[in-house]
């Protein structure tokens, strides 16, 4: 057994002041995977700071893009009419994320912070080029993912919110691992004008990925056709237990292919 001090931020810089007094302070948001890692005793933090009360979770409709603030939980973010009529992959997205216990607990927030290799928001944010807030700064999407678990987040940095352009047009599909329904492989496709985007989680060693050669081939013809030949190298791409690299290769190009239909429809 170990303790930890519990305490509830009242706002952001609440949450940060209390995070610098602590040794080894955790942000807690759902706690979908960091409760987890907790009683696996994985980690053993002195403190946790509880961010759900610092009023972050709000979805407003920007014109030309949808404002989520980062607390907001994946339930709100796949039932918001705004986000239903503007940008429906998400919704989608958000609707198919685990079982509805984390659906009702986790936060878009904090799955991009954890940035989980086999996680779905990221795909999302990374095709539509979204923007990271925190209390210091913008971050981009491209610049936000570093690696595997890792981000560009400094220590005691706070996501306060998401900026996504509303796309043209957008779909999201993956193959599920039927357990933790955890993208074996995801792919979100995101068309604005000529701009073709496509982002793969589930499937890259270094975590979540753009794909330049599936946007080339789909910016040049966007059409389910384009992606049957187009064969994907499994050269970078994850294998263990639930499935091989090629296997996965495959899937990327299945998966987009579903995703352009979808668009398509």
């Known amino acids: 057994m170990y303790s930890i001090q519990y305490v509830n931020a009242l706002n952001t810089e609440d949450a940060v002041k209390k995070m610098e007094e602590s040794e080894d302070g955790k ?11 907790l009683k696996q005793r994985l980690a053993s933090p002195d403190r946790l700071v509880d961010l759900s009360s610092c009023n972050l979770s709000n979805i407003t409709n920007e014109n030309k ?7 907001t939980c994946h339930d709100d973010v796949a039932s918001s009419q705004i986000i239903k009529k503007d940008i429906p992959a998400l919704s989608k997205l958000a609707g198919n994320i685990g079982d509805r216990q984390v659906r009702n607990r986790g936060t878009i927030g904090g799955s991009l912070a954890n940035n ?19 209390q210091k700064r913008l971050i981009s ?4 993912f570093v690696g595997m678990f890792e981000t560009l987040l400094d220590e005691n940095e706070v ?4 900026r996504l352009p509303k796309p043209d047009k957008a ?13 074996l492989v995801g792919v979100f496709v995101a068309k604005f004008d000529k701009d073709v985007r496509v982002a793969v989680t589930g499937a890259g060693e270094e975590g979540v990925f753009r794909s330049a050669d599936l946007e080339k081939a789909l910016g040049a013809n966007f059409s389910p056709e384009c992606c049957e030949n187009i064969s994907f190298s ?15 290769a495959h899937l990327i190009c299945e998966m987009t292919r579903r995703a352009v239909i979808a668009c398509c429809n």
């Open 65 to 71: 893009s949808i404002l989520i603030g980062s607390m």
């Open 116 to 134: 989980d290799p086999a996680a779905c928001y990221p795909a999302a944010v990374l095709a539509l080029d979204a923007t990271i807030i925190t």
């Open 27 to 37: 942000l807690l948001a759902g706690g979908m995977t960091l409760i987890p890692t």
């Open 159 to 162: 996501i306060v919110a998401v």
């Open 141 to 144: 999407a491209k610049e936000f």
């Open 171 to 183: 779909a999201y599909f993956k193959f599920p691992n039927p357990a933790s329904r955890y993208a």
């Open 234 to 248: 499994a050269d970078t791409l994850m294998s263990d237990i639930h499935a091989t690299a090629d296997y996965r």
